[in-house]
């Protein structure tokens, strides 16, 4: 397992590697929904579930925090935490997360920070047009920091179960 360690400049430094099954994911800082202003390592010792999707409010997304949400006691159950992210702003992210119910925080990436680190911003044809992206995906992060899991090119039909399936075998 490589662990990694922060330069002067953590964007930079981010942006320089993509995260891999096995390795130790840096510490990093996020603004999320709920005034939460939060790291990584506040969460150690937790199952930390990431699910990275494109726009608040828009069909498949919002299927699939609705996903989310109502299994949301069987992950909390088994001492997992989840995180949603985007790019969209935080007002946008209340407003989603109010009117869907959502038990769980919304991450505010609009700087890229994280798409980045987890390498999810990609080109996509949208009407025959080609426009930067986030391509649907999760990753889990068991209680020691380690990436275990990850889902691209999510299909919202289906995953959460698979996520919690996974959770599952690593809450043993």
């Given at each position: 397992?490589?662990?990694?360690?922060?330069?002067?400049?953590?964007?930079?430094?981010?942006?320089?590697?993509?995260?891999?099954?096995?390795?130790?994911?840096?510490?990093?800082?996020f603004n999320a929904t709920n005034n939460v202003q939060g790291h990584l390592k506040d969460y150690k010792?937790?199952?930390?579930?990431?699910?990275?999707?494109?726009?608040?409010?828009?069909?498949?997304?919002?299927?699939?925090?609705?996903?989310?949400?109502?299994?949301?006691?069987?992950?909390?159950?088994?001492?997992?935490?989840?995180?949603?992210?985007?790019?969209?702003?935080?007002?946008?992210?209340?407003?989603?997360?109010?009117?869907?119910?959502?038990?769980?925080?919304?991450?505010?990436?609009?700087?890229?920070?994280?798409?980045?680190?987890?390498?999810?911003?990609?080109?996509?044809?949208?009407?025959?047009?080609?426009?930067?992206?986030?391509?649907?995906?999760?990753?889990?992060?068991?209680?020691?920091?380690?990436?275990?899991?990850?889902?691209?090119?999510?299909?919202?039909?289906?995953?959460?179960?698979?996520?919690?399936?996974?959770?599952?075998?690593?809450?043993?």
């Amino acid at each position: 397992m490589a662990k990694r360690s922060f330069a002067n400049n953590e964007k930079e430094y981010l942006r320089r590697w993509f995260m891999k099954i096995g390795e130790v994911v840096p510490d990093f800082a996020f603004n999320a929904t709920n005034n939460v202003q939060g790291h990584l390592k506040d969460y150690k010792g937790q199952i930390i579930i990431l699910y990275f999707y494109p726009k608040d409010a828009t069909p498949g997304c919002t299927t699939e925090g609705q996903d989310f949400r109502d299994a949301y006691s069987q992950f909390k159950d088994l001492n997992a935490v989840i995180f949603g992210i985007s790019r969209d702003s935080l007002k946008s992210h209340e407003q989603f997360k109010s009117k869907q119910n959502f038990p769980f925080e919304l991450i505010s990436d609009s700087d890229e920070t994280l798409c980045q680190m987890f390498d999810v911003i990609k080109m996509k044809s949208i009407y025959g047009k080609q426009v930067r992206g986030i391509e649907r995906s999760t990753f889990i992060i068991d209680t020691q920091g380690i990436l275990t899991h990850e889902w691209r090119k999510v299909a919202v039909k289906g995953h959460v179960e698979e996520v919690l399936n996974a959770v599952r075998s690593l809450a043993g």
